[in-house]
């Protein structure tokens, strides 16, 4: 959506802060572009972590730059993940070859 597609329901969006890609700069409507790859989508997304606002164009580009990574395989964690002593692993195994032993993938008897 551009400026010049519909002001009135997008001026309605932003004040509603439901813009999803809209933003709003100098009082001039435009799309949202990814701080990845620097793509313009009219359905781009923002993410709010840790009181910074990011803007994404996909999951795929918010994964890349938010998404923790494993501390033994590098692996981007996208589940849960487990995390001991300020590190962050995407399993057990990867986590015990760090030498962190109290972390397990099932609970007893699973």
Known sequence: MSSSSS????????QKEVCFGLVQTKGVIRMGRCEVCGNEYDKAFQVILAG???????????????APTCSYC???IVGHGMEADGAFFC???CAEQKGVTELQD???GG
């Open 106 to 108: 099932r609970a007893a």
């Open 52 to 66: 910074k606002t990011h803007v994404f164009d996909s999951f795929e580009c918010a994964i890349h730059a938010l």
């Open 7 to 14: 002001p009135a329901v997008a001026q309605h969006l932003l």
């Open 74 to 76: 590098g692996v981007r």
């Open 91 to 93: 399993c057990a195994h």
